[in-house]
């Protein structure tokens, strides 16, 4: 277990905890419990159904067979692994290093009834306690990005995993380095607690150098546009909200509410000027 964080994590940890509410309200966290932008096809329709499906897509690419061990790495409050327990019969162990998420994603684990398949610990994905090739899949779904150093996730991915097991990584990722430096990717990573994202060329190449072989990459910017603009729309009708309170003389949104309200503007202009795309990245250990 981790007992030392940095100012970073300690941010990122406050992060989750203050807006928690704002998913439960805008991203049906009590029914799918994600936290990812959702993944629209002709098989997700809804936004809703969009969500399940982005853990589809990620499932059968990556493969996650029946009865694989899989490490959701920076699990959030459970979504992946308890789904994994449901569809593949697979034992799935969730980290992330928010405290209070791991209560909350034990009592969706039982729930949901899966509670003897999934086990959820507070520690940071980049320096595990598991011995070297535990898992048949590290799974990481929109954690990533929030790393320090994501070559070093990568590496420990690599270590913790069986040979010929797979990592599966699904993400933002700027066009170029460089467009961490635009104003509209520095409010939205700023408002929610990103140092920064990865190209796309650079983290495959991370991975080649960690020694991952058969890497692929699927560019699924156009199935992440409409939850794009569902937060740009969130993040007018936020702010609106909070106008009118401060009109009021009522409880006005705190700092961290205040930066992710931007921040759900910001993605979406970035977006739109081409600055990110939304890429999943499956790769195998030799």
Request: charged residues 25%; aromatic residues 12%.
């Amino acid at each position: 277990m981790e007992t030392a964080r940095s100012t970073y994590h300690n941010d990122i940890i406050g992060y989750y905890e203050t807006t928690e509410h704002s998913y439960y309200d805008a991203w049906h966290l009590a029914d799918v419990q994600a936290l990812h932008f959702g993944y629209r096809d002709a098989k997700a329709t809804t936004f809703k159904q969009s969500l399940i499906r982005m853990n589809e897509v990620m499932m059968e690419f990556a493969p996650v067979h029946k009865g694989d061990h899989v490490l959701d790495a920076g699990c959030g409050v459970g979504g992946s692994s308890i789904f994994l327990a449901l569809q593949r019969d697979c034992t799935a162990t969730g980290i992330t290093i928010t405290p209070k998420q791991i209560a909350k994603a034990q009592a969706f684990a039982i729930q949901k009834g899966v509670a003897d398949k999934v086990s959820f610990e507070v520690m940071s994905y980049d320096k595990t306690t598991f011995a070297d090739n535990t898992f048949d899949v590290v799974w990481a779904c929109e954690s990533i990005c929030h790393a320090e150093d994501k070559a070093k996730v990568i590496r420990e991915a690599f270590r913790v995993l069986k040979p010929g097991g797979r990592l599966i990584v699904a993400d933002g990722f700027v066009t170029d380095f460089k467009n961490n430096d635009h104003p509209h990717i520095k409010k939205w990573l700023h408002g929610w607690k990103v140092n920064y994202l990865e190209s796309e060329n650079r983290f495959v190449q991370f991975m080649v150098d960690a020694g991952f072989k058969n890497i692929q990459v699927q560019d699924a910017t156009r199935h992440i546009r409409k939850s794009s603009l569902r937060l740009f729309f969130i993040s007018i009708a936020a702010y609106s909200y909070g106008v009118y309170k401060r009109m009021l003389g009522k409880n006005k949104w705190s700092d961290v509410q205040n930066a992710n309200i931007a921040a759900c503007w910001h993605q979406y202009h970035g977006m739109r000027k081409g600055l990110w795309k939304y890429g999943i990245v499956r790769g195998e250990k030799g």
